[in-house]
């Protein structure tokens, strides 16, 4: 079991290039997030899905898009990137709600 | 709304004393509670989690969590730091809906 995997694990943007992270997991859960941390504020859910084919926003979801076409699968795109989104992105699945997340390594992204 | 608040930003111990993470939340009700560890560079993992019952759990790496309703509180102890707990770790809720709020979390630094 790979458990949750996350690629690239580092990527420069300029300001305005787009670019999607890549989340994939192999326990067969259906919830999937994504979160961003950031130093001092922990992490902040972005967006989640609750199953194959949906999603829904998350705390700061403005800037970001996702989407779910396959259940292993959990997609984040930035379509135009801006300096704010600098950070490390991390991914997770869970099998419920209430049972634990399982979190990749992360994507440490910049944007310059 | 609801937030979770992890007072201490740092905390400094020396190898061998024990510990005391203190976590925080606001909520009307008992949510799902949660303690992570992160490496530096690596996703969080599970230390513990409490949903119902007991009210003293036991997690893995010989930590433990006593959530008290009257001080909603669930403060992470360990009777014995070893200098690979240092770490930073997340005091995280599940309050309704799908959303996992997590505190902005504690490095813990352990000295010889």
């Known amino acids: 079991n790979a458990g949750v995997t996350q690629t690239p694990k580092f990527r420069v943007l300029k300001t305005g290039q787009s670019m999607t992270l890549l989340c994939a997991q192999d326990m067969n859960h259906e919830y999937m997030y994504w979160y961003r941390q950031d130093p001092g504020m922990g992490l902040r859910l972005i967006h989640y899905?609750?199953?194959?084919?949906?999603?829904a926003k998350g705390e700061v979801p403005d800037g970001y898009n996702v989407s779910r076409l396959k259940k292993q699968n959990f997609l984040l795109g930035l379509e135009s990137a801006a300096p704010s989104q600098t950070s490390v992105y991390f991914c997770a699945s869970s099998y419920s709600r209430a049972e634990e997340e399982y979190f990749g390594p992360g994507t440490r992204l910049t944007v310059t | 709304a609801q937030s979770v608040t992890q007072p201490d930003i740092h905390i400094t111990v020396s190898e061998g004393a024990s510990l005391e993470l203190r976590c925080n939340y606001s909520?009307?009700?008992?949510?799902?509670l949660f303690w992570y560890v992160q490496s530096p560079g690596q996703g969080l993992q599970l230390l513990l989690k409490y949903f119902s019952g007991d009210t003293l759990v036991q997690g893995i790496k010989g930590f433990e969590a006593e959530f008290k309703r009257s001080q909603s509180s669930f403060n992470l102890r360990k009777p014995s730091v070893h200098w690979s707990d240092a770490a930073e770790y997340f005091c995280a809720v599940v309050a309704g809906g799908f959303k996992t709020i997590f505190g902005a979390g504690t490095r813990l630094f352990v000295k010889a």
């Open positions: 909520y009307g009700a008992t949510p799902y």
């Open positions: 899905s609750v199953g194959e084919g949906t999603t």
